[in-house]
């Protein structure tokens, strides 16, 4: 219960109004939700955007980190390998980044040695993620969409893998909404976290599978960044490297931002 | 070649996995409050889930959790808008849809984020966690290492800005919309 002075009855009915924004959101929280779980097994770094939230024993005191940049550094610190920065740069990669700034590749390092790969980038800037919209339009750029590719006919069939391309701006007018992803988000889990298990028990073309069914059946769905990850991983653990690399380009232009890059860029880095 | 063991069938543990479901609108709201855009509000917030899930045995459940959770958003939404400081990114996503909403609720909530806007994000931070998120002082005060006394000030002078704010906007005022908004509830 609040100890202030109480509010004037129309600002605390106003306010009223706003109290459960979000909590009926469900198709935000699914998706969110989605992109957490992949990024947490694919091993995203303590540290983050947040920076060090204070935690339970030593004092919260978020002033102290409000010069910012403290977070990046936890999540950087630790040195490694250096071979995602091209992507952390490309593209002026913020918050992701940082957050993923070390990324333990469980399909490159797990699913073919066994090892865990570490992937330290340092981060080109502060780590917080802004869309940057057009100067006529300040809500920001809609999320990326994709082309739906074409279905993977047979494994034996490796050119009908067409890399990805972003999907091209709408010529209509500057108010015309984007492309709707529709899918069923719930289902299109059960899908990936197939063809992510098929990955890491190192069994490649199974995980294709699991990503062309995913494409067939929902070619705009929620979790196309997330097919796509798998999908180029799959690839190149399978050993066509030349398709993998080519998706890799589409979904470089595509999601510049993604959380999911180290993670790319390490099973194309791995031998 | 070394055995590789499969992934869990959820890479969440199930405490974090209740805190989400629980807290999921509390943080999406408190990251919009601090000035996190709409456009990019999965984004933030998905990286902080990210960020509370490596944390998550750090935290001391002796301890109120939106408190602990809130200076996850404090950050993120400090660091954001730095950010778009430094790429010369300008006012935020409500402004343009003034006056296009036909949603009472929707409306209210445009009227609350603009009037926000118009804040510095100190006196900002100190109306959303008193008023919105109904924190109490000494929480506020810890939260922001500041004194107690300077958390009734700083929130006398939110109230304030805030209503100047809003009644400079070309808007009904808000009892008015926050009666619509009631009616459609």
């Keep these: 219960m609040s100890d202030f002075e109480p ?76 071979h995602a920065a091209g992507a952390a740069t490309a593209a002026g990669i913020g918050m992701k980044t940082v957050v993923a700034a070390t990324v333990s590749a469980f399909v490159a390092g797990g699913a073919v040695g066994g090892t865990v790969v570490k992937t330290a980038i340092a981060p080109p800037e502060p780590h917080i993620a802004v869309s940057a919209p ?19 006919a047979t494994l034996e069939e490796p050119s009908a893998l067409a890399p990805l391309e972003p999907e091209p701006a709408p010529k209509a007018s500057a108010n015309a909404p984007p492309p709707a992803q529709t899918g069923d988000i719930t289902r299109e889990r059960e899908v990936l976290d197939a063809a992510r298990a098929a990955l890491a028990r190192g069994r490649p073309e199974d995980a294709i599978a699991a990503a062309e069914r995913h494409a067939q059946r929902w070619p705009r769905g929620y979790l196309v960044e997330e097919r796509e990850a798998v999908l180029i991983q799959a690839l190149a653990l399978a050993g066509r490297r030349d398709e993998a690399e080519r998706r890799a380009n589409g979904f470089r232009k595509a999601y510049p931002q993604s959380i999911l890059l180290p993670a790319i860029d390490a099973a194309l880095a791995s031998p | 070649m070394r055995e590789v063991q499969p992934p869990e069938a959820s890479a969440l543990a199930p405490s974090f996995r209740s805190l989400f479901e629980a807290e999921f609108g509390f943080v999406c709201r408190s990251l919009r409050r601090l000035g996190v855009r709409d456009a990019d509000l999965q984004d933030v917030a998905q990286e902080l889930f990210v960020t509370v899930h490596q944390r998550h045995g750090e935290y001391d459940p002796s301890r109120p959790l939106r408190t602990w959770l809130f200076s996850f958003s404090l950050r993120f939404a400090a660091n954001y808008r730095r950010l778009a400081r430094v790429r010369g990114h300008v006012s935020d996503d409500v402004l343009e849809r003034r006056g296009t909403s036909k949603n009472p609720n929707a409306e209210a ?34 939260q922001l290492g500041i004194p107690v006394n300077t958390v009734y000030s700083r929130l006398r002078l939110a109230r304030e800005d805030f209503r100047r704010a809003i009644g400079a906007l070309d808007t009904p005022q808000p009892a008015a919309v926050a009666q619509k908004a009631g009616g459609a509830r």
């Design chain 1, 134 to 152: 057009a100067p006529s339009d300040f809500r920001g750029a809609p999320r990326p969409t994709f082309i739906a590719p074409p279905p993977i």
């Design chain 2, 109 to 142: 909530r445009d009227l609350v984020l603009r009037g926000l806007e118009a804040l510095d994000f100190d006196r900002r931070t100190v109306i959303v966690m008193c008023d919105l998120e109904g924190f109490a002082a000494p929480e506020v005060a810890e």
């Design chain 1, 7 to 82: 509010l004037p009855p129309d600002l605390a009915a106003l306010f009223e109004s706003e109290k459960r924004a979000y909590d009926d959101d469900h198709a935000l929280k699914e998706r969110v939700l989605s992109h957490v779980e992949w990024a947490v097994a694919l091993g995203a770094p303590p540290g983050g955007g947040g920076g060090d939230p204070g935690g339970g024993a030593a004092p919260h005191g978020a002033h102290g980190g409000m010069d910012g940049g403290a977070g990046a550094a936890g999540g950087a610190h630790a040195a490694g390998a250096v």
